[in-house]
């Protein structure tokens, strides 16, 4: 099963501009992360959202949460070349053992 | 330095012939599991270990196997390849079970012929 599903699939914005992404998800949760891959490498942990927050903050990572509408959204302001890969949500549901889900990921493409 | 080490990072291969990807963890995490990567799939949960000896079923456990021996180590093994099974494969490692922050490897990339 998929759990997250990011919105957009694929972003390309310019330099300096903001990038939104999105991630809906079905079932209740612990915890949401989100994660960056560079092309075919090993996936980065970025910044972990737990369910009762709301809003999280990164360096340039802005993260909101919104358990009701079962949705996230990572903002990464003043984007920059070096930015460009895609993004992952993940969701940490209890089902008796512990699963990390993943969505398809969103591809971010930055002009310089 | 903490790190996830998959080997091998390539291999090609037949259908039908045994082979297991290696994973070790230096970290000493309770939780440990695989993943493939298809593309338009994200990555999907093959098995998943909360300790030694604990392991259980991701979503896409058809076709492996893994084990449990020691808690730095977690291999995933393919009893009998099928070319549906050629795909990009990740090994994860976290310090929390009940969710959290995973640590991945770079990856191994397996075609089977």
């Known amino acids: 099963s998929q759990q997250g599903e990011e919105d957009p699939q694929a972003l390309s914005i310019q330099e300096g501009e903001n990038a939104t992404m999105n991630c809906s998800y079905k079932t209740s949760i612990n915890n949401l992360q989100w994660y960056r891959q560079n092309s075919g490498r090993g996936l980065v942990h970025l910044i972990l959202i737990r369910s009762n927050e709301r809003e999280k903050h990164s360096g340039r990572l802005r993260v909101t949460l919104d358990t009701s509408k079962k949705s996230s959204s990572l903002l990464i302001t003043a984007s920059r070349a070096a930015d460009t890969a895609s993004y992952f949500c993940a969701t940490d549901e209890d089902t008796g053992g512990f699963k990390t889900i993943f969505g398809a990921g969103t591809r971010l493409f930055v002009k310089a | 330095e903490a790190q996830v080490t998959q080997n091998p990072r390539y291999l090609i291969t037949v259908t039908g012939k045994k082979l297991t990807v290696t994973c070790s963890q230096n970290m000493n995490h309770e939780y440990m599991s695989w993943y493939r990567q298809d593309p338009g799939l994200g990555l999907r949960q093959i098995y998943y270990?909360?300790?030694?000896?604990?392991?259980d079923k991701g979503d896409v456990p058809e076709g492996y196997k893994v084990s449990r021996k020691e808690k730095r180590n977690f291999p995933l093994i393919l009893e009998s390849p099928s070319p549906n099974q050629t795909s990009l494969y990740f090994c994860?490692?976290?310090?929390?079970?009940?969710?959290?922050?995973?640590?991945f490897g770079e990856g191994s990339r397996l075609t089977v012929l």
């Open positions: 270990s909360m300790n030694v000896e604990v392991t």
């Open positions: 994860a490692s976290s310090f929390y079970v009940e969710g959290g922050e995973l640590f």
